[in-house]
């Protein structure tokens, strides 16, 4: 009897050790990749200098001239206008499936989001390529090709809606059903409750949500390759009109590693290096602000 | 109470980790013992790749393989020894010539730089001066070149091209391409970059030309391989390898082979200019 129990503890504690190896992998993968790319950047931030490598507004690799602030602030760019279209719209997909939708629309919506999320991002570029920069160019303004960072927001706002939602939704779904209750027999009206105690009940959750987005859009690469033009310009409105910025084309961080590894070589491969790790330093902050916002909420 | 399936998994997880761990593949013995490596030039590798496997075809027991990496990738790693031969879709610069005065230059095909604009551009052709305007952004409407009262949108390459590179230098003259040029990193997101935008104008290896983009004559001269072979048509670039010293073995053969008849005539079919 006690044989057998032993034989069965000590298997247990033999899986426990492999799952925890394959945890600390994880982690050890993740230290190596930051690590690596740090070691590749280190000489260009060396020679460079790390202020003027982050706010140089000019990268011209063939004159050595290395200032990531056009792409900084284009990724910035392309990642509030993809937030302002595609959050409202993922929220308000969110409280639909949760509180609005019967289960039959429920069955059909549903997957139909996780389908979105499975869709490689290079059709995605395809389809902004095909699609909406044509679209795009139909704005009558001067300058105007259609690449730029209007095509580009909408295609990620389009990305980042399954992020947005489904973080959103668990988040609606987790809330108390006696605040509803609460709401409801104090009269107020199902749209009320939603409104005025489901949503801000949720408002942790949903910032995650939002921010877990962010992370998505920044990271994106394919997609803004094909549709944003990859001119490294720090974006200015085209017009008189403050808007017409979103028609200027930009270059992200993403897009300026992948358009020109392939021929950099010397300091020009370190400077991408050190594109990476701003990047990934950027992704960093975004995630550590999402489990904050978690955090806060449990 | 047995619990048999966590046995399982753990002989499933330890499989996983011997087989990931322990995947070290020896392929040493069934190396060639005759091998050229080639590196470099995106340009040049689709035709050095038709001109190794004809040479491949003739003699079996040759193994030559070619990489990309850019036009400065090549010269570095000729002149480095990484490789056998590299590969530039473009001339060395004098600084290049100067820290690695060793390299042998082969040209071994001429290419022409076709300027492109979408078929609804009026304008048939630009000089040399009036291109350097427009790449500048110092000319930016269609009005000032002959053409429609419409922004021009302009198309390049990415730096670190040798298309690029080539462009500059024969076009450019020491200054920079607009900023607000839109980049594309190859021929073909160029050629349908153009080809869907209407008013935008960019530059491509001949190579890639069709009818679905309209390719303007410079300075008065049609983009024709005839005129780029005879040297009236001013976009011409060299497509060149490189070796380290003088080539000798294996690699002078297939040199060889590349500058003679047959190699020669796989330049021309693949839509080169021959050297000869």
Known sequence: MKGKKSEAFWAGRVIEGILLLDALLAIVVIFLIGLLILIEAWPAFRKIGFVPFLLGKEWRPGKELYGLLPMIVGSILVTLGAVTLGVPIGVALATFLAEVAPPWVQKVVRPAIELLAGIPSVVYGLFGLAVLVPLVRQIPVPGNSGFGLLSASVVLAVMILPTVANISEDAIRSVAREYREGSLALGATHWQTIIGVVLPAA???????VILGIGRALGETMAMIMVIGNSVIIP????SNPLTIFLSQARTLTGNIAVEISYATGLHENALFATGVVLFILIMLVNSMAHLAMRRRS | MQRPWTKLLGVILIALLITG???????????????????GSTTVQPLAEKLAEAFMEKHPDVEITVQGGGSSVGIKSAAGGIADIGAASRELKESEKQKYPDLQVFVIAYDGIAIIVHPGVEVDGLTRKQLQGIFAGKITSWKEVGGADKTIIVVAREEGSGTRAAFEELVMGGKQITGQAILQPSNGAVK???ASTPYSIGFLSFGYLDEEVKALAVDGVAPTKENAAQKRYPLVRPLNL???GTPSGLVKEWLDFILGPEGQKIVQSEGYIPVK
Request: proline share 3%; net charge positive.
């Open chain 2, 192 to 194: 349908k970059t153009v």
């Open chain 1, 203 to 209: 408002r942790s959750g949903i910032v995650a949500a």
């Open chain 2, 242 to 244: 490189l070796t380290k």
């Open chain 2, 21 to 39: 761990c322990g995947g070290k593949t020896s392929n040493e013995s069934s190396q060639v013992q005759k091998q050229i490596s080639v590196a």
């Open chain 1, 236 to 239: 200015k409105p085209l017009n």
